[in-house]
């Protein structure tokens, strides 16, 4: 099954590790076999990694795009999941996860990359919430005033 990929003048892009730039008019690839690919919006840069979310996504990224070093970087993403785990009630994140975990552990290395920008947008969405509203996404109380004494 082929992949029919167009590309904008001078985008860049990887092919099996190798970086590559479209020409000045552009380009259109057809993968006819197995590749790994990826454009460059889809890359994402060790410092740019500041949310769980994002180091979980830049650990499948590597994953993905350089092989040979797949066992210490799953030793990575297995901990930033955990510790992921361990520190979040949301079923949503929760969820998402999982499938995510599912995903890398079938080493489908681009599912699991889509599923977890949907996750980096969530949380996005999370940390650009005002208080009321971030307890409104998660189900948590508000805060009870104690009334002061007189």
Avoid: W
Avoid at 35 to 40: C, K
């Amino acid at each position: 099954m082929s992949l029919k990929i167009d590309l904008k003048s001078g985008e860049k892009f990887i092919v099996n590790g190798a970086v590559m730039v479209a020409g000045k008019s552009g380009a259109s690839l057809i993968l006819q076999n197995q590749a790994t690919f990826l454009r460059a919006k889809d890359i994402m840069q060790e410092h740019e990694a500041n949310t769980p979310g994002k180091r979980i996504y830049f650990v499948i990224m590597l994953m993905y795009i350089d092989p040979d070093g797949h066992d210490g970087y799953f030793k990575k993403f297995a901990a930033y999941v955990d510790d992921y785990l361990a520190n979040t009630s949301l079923s949503e994140v929760r969820r998402a996860l999982m499938n995510i975990m599912q995903q890398v552990n079938m080493k489908r290395f681009y599912q699991a990359l889509k599923l977890c920008r949907s996750l980096i947008e969530f949380e996005a969405k999370l940390l650009d919430a005002p208080a009321g509203a971030m307890r409104a996404l998660t189900g948590e109380k508000p805060p009870v005033e104690k009334e002061k004494r007189r």
